[in-house]
């Protein structure tokens, strides 16, 4: 059974037009991430929840918002996408605590058109 | 921030065994982790090492971790076609933070 589950799996939006990715979990981790990885490239950290404590990484365009209404879902917003912000766009779980491995869903492509 | 470098490729025949190596340059003091990644899919944790180890088996797989050198490799036993995949190593750094080597894309020959 999926413990990480993103939505959509593929995504096509227009330059410019927003656009929404969902992710959830089963698996009540505090923590949650959302990682950007360009063809490859090695994933990026976009920014994570620790609970409702939101932490955003130094380079991460303003372009680039999140919101956690609960423990268990996450959302990526993307205001204005632009040609460059294609990307496969991972979430990722963990309990921050002990070994902390994180989980990994099974990401969703984002095309820009 | 940390710098986390492996080789971009590495290709073996089947049977073989296969050694990804990865170097960094700072880690806080927890948990090394492999992970590996198949076309269009997430990323699935293989094994990790726990940075006061220097060897852990797990059936075709070891992980050797060399503190003093900053070295971390996977070594795949009998390397089969369906391991053909990239393999990222995962550095940990502050604040549940990981960074992620370049990956290496493993390609297995009949």
């Known amino acids: 059974d999926a413990m990480v589950i993103q939505n959509p799996r593929y995504q096509v939006t227009q330059f410019g037009k927003p656009v929404t990715l969902s992710c959830s979990q089963t698996?009540?981790?505090?923590?949650m991430y959302w990682y950007q990885q360009k063809s490859s490239q090695a994933p990026k950290l976009l920014f994570h929840y620790y609970d409702k404590d939101f932490n955003n990484e130094a380079d991460t365009p303003d372009n680039f918002q999140s919101r956690r209404p609960n423990t268990s879902f996450c959302f990526l917003d993307i205001r204005s996408p632009g040609l460059g912000d294609a990307a496969m766009y991972l979430c990722?779980?963990?309990?921050?605590?002990?070994?902390?491995?994180?989980?990994f869903g099974a990401g969703t492509r984002l095309s820009v058109l | 921030g940390e710098d986390v470098e492996q080789s971009l490729f590495l290709s073996v025949r089947e049977g073989d065994s296969s050694v990804i190596n990865c170097t960094y340059t700072?880690?806080?003091?927890?948990?090394l982790y492999w992970y590996k990644q198949e076309p269009g899919a997430g990323l699935q944790l293989l094994t990790y090492i726990f940075s006061n180890m220097d060897m852990k088996q797990d059936q075709r797989l070891t992980v050797l971790l060399n503190k003093k050198d900053k070295h971390l490799s996977l070594r795949i036993a009998d390397t089969q076609t369906g391991d053909s995949a990239i393999y990222f190593c995962a550095i940990p750094g502050g604040g549940n933070k990981l960074t992620f080597g370049t990956g290496t894309q493993l390609k297995v020959e009949l």
């Open positions: 700072d880690s806080s003091s927890t948990y």
């Open positions: 698996l009540n981790h505090n923590v």
């Open positions: 990722a779980t963990s309990r921050a605590t002990g070994v902390d491995i994180q989980y």
